[in-house]
């Protein structure tokens, strides 16, 4: 108990008495403590709490990954609000013409920005692809399909390509 005006030092002196009274307690009955078993079923809520923990560090491990992807992927299909222009509108409805589309405007950025080593790091990191949007698609969309996804997809990279190379100029 606390004594009113004691103030913070009388406080923790008042603290410091009850945590030594409580460790003698301890102490002294010691047998107490651990010859009495735990009651019937705490081990059972004990194991049911400890699950609970792990399936909702399951659930957060899963579910934050699927709904980043998720995000990514409506950002990825749907169209840009301000691009400035149809970076791949003279190519054909064909994955593999859009691809290559893609490439060629690419490879342009490349040549015009070689002779600056900052721009040429962004291009890299904006344009790199490990494994090709095409290849990723599913199978059961049609050619016209992935066409247009892949429009989307690369015309937003393109934009992005377009402002590095006009920033400094």
């Not at 560090?57 to 990954?65: E, G, H, K, M, N």
């Not at 997809?153 to 393109?158: Q, S």
């Amino acid at each position: 108990m606390v004594l009113q005006g004691q103030g913070e030092t009388g406080e923790r002196t008042q603290i410091q008495h009850d945590m030594n009274s409580l460790k003698e307690y301890m102490r002294s009955n010691a047998a107490a403590f651990d010859s009495e078993l735990p009651p019937e079923g705490a081990e059972d809520r004990f194991l049911g709490r400890w699950e609970a923990g792990r399936r909702r560090v399951r659930i957060f491990r899963t579910a934050l990954p699927a709904a980043a992807a998720a995000a990514l992927a409506v950002l990825l299909l749907l169209p840009p609000a301000g691009r400035s222009r149809d970076w791949l509108r003279a190519v054909d409805d064909t994955p593999e013409s859009v691809y290559a589309g893609y490439m060629a405007q690419v490879t342009k950025a490349w040549e015009k920005a070689g002779q600056y080593e900052d721009r040429s790091e962004q291009l890299r990191n904006l344009t790199e692809e490990t494994i090709p949007l095409a290849d990723l698609l599913p199978d059961e969309l049609s050619d016209a399909e992935k066409a247009v996804i892949l429009k989307e997809h690369y015309n937003t990279i393109l934009d992005g390509v377009h402002h590095i190379l006009t920033m400094t100029e």
